[in-house]
């Protein structure tokens, strides 16, 4: 397996890990100096590194005790890049249905993650996660 196919593979495995326990899929996925970025104006919008990522996955799973489920739409990958669009769907605790569409740009080192740019309706997600 090349390195680009390598990339995809470990960009799929990251996004299906949303599903369960995402805090460790984060670390076995990424590197330590990973970038995690929003885009938006929102309390959910910004930069964010590893271990803010973890944290805030351990929330997740406690928002959507069911997981998040990702479907992938398309992947295009290209050297270190991996381009994503998808779709999420998930259970709020309150049992209201979350649904949002993405588009996840990731870049790679070494096999590893090291940006994950997510462009995705923020003030959707933010509704949920920031209460």
């Known amino acids: ?72 739409h398309n992947m295009t990958a290209e050297d270190d890049r991996v381009a994503t669009e998808a779709e999420s769907f998930a259970t709020h605790v309150s049992g209201k249905p979350y649904h949002n569409e993405y588009h996840f740009f990731m870049r790679f080192r070494d096999g590893k993650l090291t940006e994950f740019k997510g462009y995705l309706d923020t003030e959707t997600a933010a509704e949920f996660f920031s209460g």
């Open 1 to 72: 397996m090349n390195a680009t196919e390598r990339n995809k593979e470990t960009a799929r495995r990251f996004l299906e890990g949303m599903a369960g326990d995402f805090a460790r899929v984060i670390a076995e996925t990424c590197a330590e100096d990973c970038r995690f970025i929003t885009m938006g104006t929102t309390p959910i919008s910004g930069q964010r590194g590893k271990a803010e990522a973890m944290a805030a996955a351990r929330q997740v799973d406690g928002i959507f005790p069911g997981g998040m489920r990702i479907l992938i």
